[in-house]
């Protein structure tokens, strides 16, 4: 296994036991739901980060025998942004009404197109 990652992975994995094993104490002395919950979405994100880090880290130990490749960059561009603020507006939609739902999803249909245009004319 290669060594790039390996300290990121652990950190992150130590980081989700160490925030489950403080959940569950928080549960069995204060038997209260959202603070339990918190901290059991807190040690999932901190699993998932390592999990990833691990697997990529993995990646890195097999590629180091395969060819180099050229790599992918996008332009810079501003259809991102349009893609964040449509969801951003879609997801306030759900909760304010279908007055915002409608241009946030207009915009992210719009703002994907642009992208995928974008990069399909890429030199």
């Known amino acids: 296994m290669g060594t790039e990652l390996r300290v990121q992975w652990r950190i992150f994995l130590g980081l989700a036991v160490f925030i489950g094993v403080l959940g569950a104490i928080y549960w069995f002395v204060s038997y209260e739901d959202a603070g339990t919950t918190l901290l059991a979405l807190a040690s999932g994100l901190a699993l998932l980060f390592g999990g990833y880090l691990f697997v990529q880290d993995r990646k890195v130990a097999t590629a180091t ?9 996008p332009h810079s561009s501003v259809w991102p942004f349009g893609i964040g603020f449509g ?11 279908l ?6 999803a207009v915009l992210v249909a719009t703002s994907v197109g642009g992208f995928v245009l974008q990069s399909r004319y890429r030199q």
Do not use: Q
């Open 65 to 73: 025998t395969r060819p180099p490749h050229d790599e992918y960059l």
């Open 87 to 97: 969801f951003f507006l879609a997801a306030n939609g759900l909760i304010l009404g």
């Open 99 to 104: 007055p915002w739902t409608v241009p946030g």
